[in-house]
């Protein structure tokens, strides 16, 4: 099978579910670390970290899909993390339960979302892939925010 006939995903465990971002959209994926939060932002911001020489503004995704947080044991934080991705030229921080793996998956596995989908609005989601264990969700990053979001969290940060 050809490599463009490929989608290549980062694999991630939020909550109950395993989510996946297309790799190029990935810049890095930093340990969980102290995030410092900031007054009067939206609710789904966490706060913010500096990475060498930027500010970060790291999400919630737990609040912005409205998933319950697990109590992670001390075992699940060391592989808990920040997804550093790149929306619209602009490095954002996601967090996240665990860190799973890369995978890659033929085009043709990945199906439409169902209409009503685990709690997550289907805005977000480009597809779903069918495992044996249950269901790979494919996150669409370029719609997580709407610009209006965006434009949101670059003044939260400039601050």
């Known amino acids: 099978m050809a490599e463009q006939d490929q989608l290549q ?10 989510y996946g971002v297309d790799i ?3 810049r890095e994926i930093q ?10 932002a939206p609710p789904f911001i966490e706060g913010i970290f500096k990475l060498r020489r930027d500010i970060i503004p790291v999400i919630n995704l737990h609040r912005r899909f409205h998933i319950p947080e697990p109590e992670l044991s001390e075992e699940d934080r060391l ?3 920040i ?8 490095k954002i921080g996601v ?8 995978v890659s998956i033929p085009h043709e596995k990945v199906q439409p979302p169902p209409e009503v989908f685990t709690g997550i609005g289907t805005e977000y989601i480009e597809g779903v892939v ?6 790979l969700i494919v996150l ?7 610009p209006k979001e965006l434009r949101q969290i670059e003044r939260t940060i400039a601050r």
């Open 9 to 18: 995903l980062v694999t991630f465990q939020l909550g109950n579910e395993i």
């Open 83 to 90: 997804l550093i991705l790149e929306i619209d030229r602009n």
């Open 95 to 102: 967090l996240i339960d665990k860190v799973l793996r890369v």
């Open 130 to 135: 069918q495992q044996e264990d249950g269901y």
């Open 79 to 81: 592989l808990s993390g």
């Open 31 to 40: 340990r969980r670390q102290e995030v410092r939060p900031i007054p009067n």
């Open 24 to 26: 190029f959209d990935v």
């Open 140 to 146: 669409d990053v370029h719609r997580l925010f709407s």
